[in-house]
């Protein structure tokens, strides 16, 4: 069973910057693809950023120039660094985990962290 744990995430004034963490317990890691997703009050689930095994990585595109996703398979760690936040980036933000592969749909992954919540100030 994997399990995934978030963290890192904060109050920041608007501009500002965060880095999130997503540690994966399991020997699976290095063969899978790892994704955030947020989610803001009232809104949908959506989709921030995913990296496959081979470290290729895809934006959603209001983030995309802005925040970049990185994984350390020695670490079974996948991070989230943000920049120029904007009010609108506030959410809780989930890691997640799937098969080796590009996707963007939530149903495609199989694991999940219990979010870290991130609030940006205007």
């Known amino acids: 069973q994997v399990q995934l744990v978030e963290s890192g995430g904060g109050l920041v004034q608007a501009g500002g910057s965060l880095t999130l963490s997503c540690v994966a317990s399991?020997?699976?890691?290095?063969?899978?693809?790892m994704a955030w997703f947020r989610q803001a009050p009232e809104k949908e689930r959506e989709f921030v950023a995913t990296i496959n095994w081979n470290g290729d990585a895809y934006y959603e595109n209001s983030v995309r120039g802005r925040f970049t996703i990185s994984r350390d398979n020695s670490k079974n760690t996948v991070y989230l660094q943000m920049t120029s936040l904007k009010p609108e980036d506030t959410a809780v933000y989930y890691c997640a985990q799937g098969p080796m592969g590009i996707r963007y749909s939530g149903r495609s992954y199989d694991y999940w962290g219990q979010g870290t919540q991130v609030t940006v100030s205007s």
């Open positions: 399991g020997r699976t890691f290095v063969n899978s693809a």
